[in-house]
């Protein structure tokens, strides 16, 4: 079973870069037709997509965060990451990295989640 | 973007019932639909995909329903460990987007 982790600063001050990592074990990320995707949490509040990328390099992104936002991926680390600039306090939330199965269209393997904090 | 929207938002149960949950697309999404439990602190978990295929090791109590617009999730007999919120989410087009979630409590 494919596991995911998620990794990076618990706290980002305003106006700077959120950047994580998710790493992947028990499977490799360049194996399958699987997307790699970000999910966020807003404390208390509901799922948000943030995008997905392919084991290619292509990627898919909520229009609400495309100009502030970049998804890449290492196949060599078996990892991928999220770079969102200019952050705010409306940033703040649980960030989950997630397997898409892209002959199911679902996601059927999570990370565990990582708070990330936007404050001065 | 397809709007979801879920009701209710929060429901009361007990261990044994039978429980319905609805959930709507702002546009037709075939049977584009997934079904998600999350409990607190914890990564959300698949139920459903496809609208009614269970997904491996997936309680068979709980099953779904719909095309188009109109979905349902039902659980046919509580137990103490469905007490959670569940969320749809569509699976048509990007961008992806949920429902905002139905909070199943003990009553």
């Known amino acids: 079973q494919v596991r995911l982790q998620e990794s990076g600063p618990g706290l980002v001050k305003p106006s700077q870069t959120l950047s994580l990592t998710c790493t992947v074990s028990s499977g490799s990320i360049s194996s399958g037709d699987y997307y790699w995707s970000w999910i966020r949490q807003p404390p208390g509040k509901g799922l948000e997509w943030i995008g997905y990328?392919?084991?290619?390099?292509?990627?898919f992104y909520n229009p609400s965060l495309e100009s502030r936002l970049i998804i890449s991926i290492d196949t060599s680390k078996n990892q991928f990451s999220l770079k969102l600039s200019s952050v705010t306090a409306a940033d703040t939330a649980v960030y989950y990295c997630?397997?898409?199965?892209?002959?199911?269209?679902?996601?059927?393997?999570w990370g565990q989640g990582t708070l990330v904090t936007v404050s001065s | 973007d397809i709007q979801m929207t879920q009701s209710p938002s929060s429901l009361s149960a007990s261990v044994g019932d039978r429980v319905t949950i609805t959930c709507r697309a702002s546009?037709?999404?075939?049977?584009?639909l997934n079904w998600f439990q999350q409990k607190p602190g914890k990564a959300p978990q698949l139920l459903m995909y496809a609208a009614s295929s269970l997904q491996s090791g997936v309680s068979s109590r709980f099953s779904g329903s719909g095309s188009g617009t109109d979905f349902t999730l039902t659980i046919s007999s509580l137990q103490p460990e469905d007490f959670a919120t569940y969320y749809c989410q569509q699976s048509y087009s990007t961008p992806l987007t949920f429902g905002q979630g139905t909070r199943l409590e003990i009553k």
């Open positions: 997630a397997r898409r199965d892209g002959q199911r269209l679902l996601h059927d393997s």
């Open positions: 546009q037709s999404i075939s049977t584009y």
């Open positions: 990328i392919y084991r290619n390099g292509v990627s």
